[in-house]
């Protein structure tokens, strides 16, 4: 395979996770009633899907007790790359009673 073959298949690879991550998505908010509004920052988060947990993960954040749709927000955060710069994790919203939304970000 040359080079050229490789990047192509990689990049077709990626193609496939952000249609598959995108799809999940959509079916969730869907599922669970979610105002498309609210969702709108998080949907372009393709590198990892949401999901839906019992429990949340990370650290309740008193200050956003309640922004609208979501009552209760947990975050988990750490840093990635070499420099300490960049950051990932996980917001946590509860819907219901034992369920959360888990919304992975990135910055």
Known sequence: MTEAEQWDKAYEEL???EREVKLTNARIIKHNNIPKKVMEDCE???HRAMKLTSLPG??????????GFFKEIYIEQWATGMSGDSFEGDIYAKLGKDL???VPYFC
């Open 100 to 102: 959360w939304l888990c």
């Open 58 to 67: 990370g650290d309740r954040q008193t200050e956003y007790e309640d922004i």
């Open 44 to 46: 372009h988060s393709y």
């Open 15 to 17: 193609s496939q996770l």
